[in-house]
């Protein structure tokens, strides 16, 4: 009866056998439309995841450059000037009187490694052995 090309069936058991085998068929093709319908579904709910934590992720390498890029500026600000006496504390503001807005050069500020500004040799330990013997 579906078969184009061939003579329509007559015959109920016949009809009723090939219905039989299309409806099997078609369950078949279902069953596997729901299968992979149930997979795709996992598979999205498992992106959806992974997106949310590359997006915490991003946010938080993006947070971390940003802590970065600001001690980066901080620590490329000159580290010899300090600006006026007056934005800084009493204790060091007595040490130098200036009265514009210029930078003062100031040394001996506390936190500032002095070792930078010495010549390599005299920084150097690997002979202190030798030059100072310990005292005993």
């Known amino acids: 009866m579906l078969e184009p090309g061939r003579p329509p069936k007559t015959d109920k058991a016949t009809i009723l056998s090939d219905v039989v085998r299309m409806m099997e068929q078609l369950r078949t093709e279902a069953q596997k439309l729901k299968q992979s319908t149930e997979d795709l579904q996992e598979k999205i709910k498992e992106l959806k995841a992974e997106k949310n934590e ?46 514009s807005n210029k930078l003062v050069p100031f040394i001996g500020y506390p936190g500032v490694a002095m070792w930078q500004f010495m010549p390599p040799a005299a920084v150097d330990t690997s002979q202190d052995h030798v030059l100072r013997p310990p005292v005993a």
């Open 54 to 99: 590359l997006r915490d992720e991003k946010q938080r390498l993006k947070a971390d450059k940003e802590k970065l890029e600001q001690q980066v500026k901080a620590m490329s600000a000159p580290s010899g000037f300090l600006p006026h006496p007056s934005s800084m504390s009493a204790a060091f503001a007595a040490q130098s009187q200036v009265a």
